[in-house]
């Protein structure tokens, strides 16, 4: 494999995030764009064309004599891509090509299962897929594996706040496939997805408040991640040290210990039996008595904490994403503390994530797809 140079390395990039962002656009379109020259861009052009990344579409209508303009577009078909999800309910296969589009998706609901087991069950499935399709190793571009909670990306490992033990992921993977792996975050990755998908979000603070626990991430033009991985965790500021300790951060009452959907819920089971998310936001929406205490307390504390690592993160947007955030009248008693503790128009920074569930669902592929293909071109063998 060639290694680039790195200034080939980001011409080429900035001609792949130009066909993504754009579409089907022509080499002088692309050279106005990236005010690359266009000797050097048909260059580029044709060692991508040649190793079909690139794909070469209709001719563009002209009313002058000559060669007319042809338009270009990324060929999302070029390879596969293979994303695994880790939850502590839940996981599964993904599976798309780089657009992405959805191409086989599977979950598994095996608690019962040792978490070496659950891997190997998932990997002898995706090993008979690929033979029932007739695909090869080779097809596949990378895999993208997200985790909740901590990972280590020295290590290539996860499962400390699901099983509360290291799993070597990749090590365990390579003794079923020789293809690339990147592993991240869950919500570091939905971070990632949100500037993939929609670019115009490039400085941002993300929070997410789901089934799977609170988290934070930064991204500023890309993810911020440091050695001991602490960047953007909300979830574990410390809201009332007079708590008790959080078994995964060992503080004192930090956020999500006091305001996780699993410990609503918990508390939420002395009024009611089974109750579930669906059912919490429902009674929510009625106007039940201590269903409201509750919802309206996480709004207060979460309020607070959003507040308090703005004032350190100093990002442009606050995207909010997860279940409570996209119910009604839990955002609208948010935006109502965030108006309490915060004069001026810092609530308009604050925006519901427009990731819809099919592109959440693919944050594993779209990891992948921009490591490999826009941040390691090197994978490309050009």
């Known amino acids: 494999m060639k290694q680039l140079t790195k200034l080939k390395f980001d011409n080429i990039k900035l001609v792949l995030d130009t066909l993504k962002n754009y579409g089907s656009i022509s080499k002088k379109q692309i050279t106005s764009i ?23 579409g209709e001719f563009l209508p002209s009313e002058k004599a000559g060669r007319r303009e042809q338009v270009l577009h990324l060929n999302y078909n070029f390879k596969y891509i293979i994303g695994l999800s880790f939850f502590s309910d839940s996981s599964k296969i993904t599976i798309s090509n780089l657009k992405p589009s959805l191409i086989y998706s599977r979950e598994y609901l095996f608690l019962n299962k040792t978490p070496e087991e659950l891997i190997i069950i998932m990997l002898e499935e995706l090993k008979e897929w690929m033979l029932k399709n007739g695909l090869k190793e080779s097809d596949f571009l990378g895999i993208g594996i997200i985790a909740k909670g901590t990972i280590n990306r020295l290590e290539n490992s996860i499962g400390i706040d699901i099983w509360k033990r290291e799993i070597f992921i990749k090590k365990e993977i390579q003794s079923f496939f020789n293809i690339p792996i990147v592993i991240e975050n869950d919500v570091k990755s939905f971070a990632i997805a949100h500037n993939y998908l929609y670019p115009k979000f490039h400085d941002f603070f993300l929070v997410h408040y789901g089934i799977n626990g609170i988290g934070g991430a930064v991204f500023k033009n890309e993810l911020l991640i440091n050695e001991v991985d602490s960047i953007g965790k909300i979830g574990h500021i410390i809201i009332d040290p007079n708590m008790e300790f959080c078994s995964i951060c060992k503080r004192r009452g930090c956020l999500e210990s006091l305001i996780s959907i699993k410990t609503i819920l918990k508390k939420e089971t002395q009024y009611f039996n089974n109750i579930s998310i669906e059912k919490l936001l429902e009674l929510y929406n009625e106007g039940d008595i201590e269903v409201s205490k509750l919802l309206n307390e996480s709004a207060k504390y979460m309020a607070q904490s959003i507040i308090n690592t703005y004032s350190i993160i100093g990002s442009k947007d606050i995207i909010l994403h997860g279940d409570l955030f996209f119910n009604e009248n839990y955002f609208f008693s948010l935006i109502s503390y965030i108006k309490r503790y915060q004069l001026g128009d810092f609530y308009k920074r604050i925006i519901l994530s427009p990731l819809e569930k099919e592109e959440i669902e ?21």
Do not use: G
Not at 34 to 56: D, G, H, P, R, W
Not at 363 to 379: E, G, R, V, W
């Open 34 to 56: 990236t005010n690359l020259s266009s000797v050097l861009i048909t260059k580029i052009c044709s060692e991508l064309i040649e190793k079909k990344i690139i794909l070469e």
């Open 362 to 382: 693919l944050a594993p592929n779209i990891l992948a797809i921009n490591f490999f293909l826009f941040q390691n071109t090197d994978m490309l063998e050009l």
